[in-house]
Structures are given as C-alpha cells and as structure tokens.
C-alpha cells in the first residue's frame, strides 16, 4: 500500500494528468463522490463529481482527453478543530 503525507494510498488517489474518464470510473468503482489528487506522492488537490459535471460536462469537454489537473480543485485549506 502506498502512502502519502501519511495517509493510506487505498483512499484512491489520482494523478493529475489522468482523463476525467479515469477518475469517474474510480469513484464509481470506490463509491465516493471525490478523490485526492496526489503527484509525485505529494497531495495536489481534491476533484470531485461536481467538478467534473460543472467544470467539464458543463462546457462539453470531452471526458477522454480531458485531464484530471484541468478541472480539479487545486488549493485546499485544512483546519484542526480538534483544540489541540
């Protein structure tokens, strides 16, 4: 199993420079609505269903050359709510 900041490669991880094709067929493979975008085992990004239905359905991309890194949501902010 892969890892990745510390967190499990099973979480279905993407590349960026995947088809969106790719990504939705995870996501349905895995049940989830998103993936985490990782490159070179680094955490890029986040994209979900509604980027790739908003983002490239929308506006009739074609879902076998688009690219992963071309609708995907590229800066997340975390926060540690746990008060510690």
């Known amino acids: 199993m892969e890892h990745w900041n510390g967190i499990p490669g099973d979480l279905g991880q993407i590349d960026p420079?995947?088809?969106?094709?790719?990504?939705?067929?995870r996501?349905?493979?895995?049940d989830v609505a998103a993936l985490p975008v990782c490159e070179?085992?680094?955490f890029v990004g986040v994209v979900t269903a509604e980027d790739i239905a908003f983002r490239a359905v929308a506006d009739g991309c074609d879902?076998?050359?688009?690219?992963?890194r071309d609708v995907m949501t590229w800066q997340m902010f975390f926060f540690d709510t746990s008060g510690g």
């Not at 995947?18 to 067929?25: E, G, Q, V, W």
């Not at 996501?27 to 895995?30: D, G, I």
């Not at 879902?63 to 992963?68: A, I, K, Q």
């Open 40 to 42: 070179n085992d680094e």
């Open 17 to 25: 420079e995947a088809t969106l094709r790719d990504a939705a067929r």
């Open 63 to 68: 879902p076998n050359g688009t690219r992963v």
């Open 27 to 30: 996501m349905r493979t895995l």
